[in-house]
């Protein structure tokens, strides 16, 4: 999110700076940084998990898709996400959900 901040216009930054500064953002940032990519690339791992991760991946879209990507409160975030750990879910803003709406 940070990079696609040099990208807006000047006179636009002041509302973009009071948008992101919401706790939501805040937390949903340190969530994104907390997540290091692993240094020690296991191809084999990756192979058999590329079938699990595709279909989170296309179910999670699914359910963006039928809420219009606005994620209102908690009860909708939970649709989207499923069951379970927060932490399985891979947060990538940048895959084409920077026009969701956040509680």
């Not at 907390?34 to 179910?59: F, G």
Request: proline share 4%; hydrophobic share 35%; glycine share 4%.
């Amino acid at each position: 999110m940070t990079e696609d901040l040099r990208r807006v216009l000047h006179t636009n930054r002041v509302v973009v700076d009071a948008y992101l500064s919401d706790p939501v953002f805040v937390k949903l940032d340190l969530l994104i940084r907390s997540v290091a990519p692993t240094v020690n690339h296991d191809a084999e791992l990756e192979r058999r998990m590329s079938p699990y991760v595709q279909r989170e991946e296309e179910r999670m879209e699914q359910n963006l898709k039928a809420v219009a990507f606005d994620i209102d409160d908690q009860n909708t975030l939970s649709l989207i996400t499923g069951p379970g750990r927060i932490e399985r879910v891979r947060v990538n803003i940048s895959h084409g959900y920077s026009g969701s709406r956040c509680c």
